[in-house]
């Protein structure tokens, strides 16, 4: 029989998912006519605009996790920060979209150098570049449009 400690810390953990955590790009480029442009992706399910990211990947460190990461959804090659510029959370939903998970996300800023034609998930989705304001308005998790507002003003001079 569990102590009564025992089962109160089992029904909290029912109550109370774990937070996973997963490691993204923020994919950019700055020219002096656009300024600071962001490249979002679609999410494969529900198609709405995110940055890439995905679970941590053994052997690498998170900032390259999360530029493999940029290279699979988005084709885009570049320089990465070591350093996240900060981090955001939002449910992931699985088992066709019933159960969700919290996710923290890790976010390095990805100066992108190349993008390819064909990348691995091309046929899945798609890659668009927004200005930084347009980006904060078309992404939804309000943790990451701070994120992107933050980035964006910190790069002007």
């Known amino acids: 029989m569990p102590t009564n400690k025992k089962r109160s810390a089992k029904k909290r953990s029912l109550r109370t998912p774990k937070i996973r955590l997963q490691y993204g790009a923020l994919p950019y480029r700055e020219s002096k006519t656009a300024g600071v442009e962001v490249l979002l992706v679609t999410s494969r399910e529900t198609k709405r605009w995110i940055i890439p990211k995905g679970w941590p990947i053994g052997g690498l460190s998170p900032s390259e996790s999360a530029a493999e990461e940029a290279y699979e959804e988005a084709g885009v090659r570049g320089t990465i920060r070591n350093k996240p510029i900060g981090k955001y959370v939002y449910n992931k939903m699985l088992n066709e979209r019933t159960i969700g998970i919290p996710c923290q996300v890790r976010v390095f800023p990805l100066r992108v150098r ?6 691995p998930e091309r046929r899945q989705r798609e890659t668009r ?3 930084a304001a347009h980006a904060t308005e078309t992404v939804t998790e309000s943790g990451l449009k ?3 507002a933050s980035f964006a003003s910190s790069r002007k001079d």
Not at 114 to 119: A, E, G, S
């Open 146 to 148: 701070a994120l992107i």
């Open 129 to 131: 570049w927004f200005s």
């Open 114 to 119: 190349r993008q390819r034609n064909t990348w």
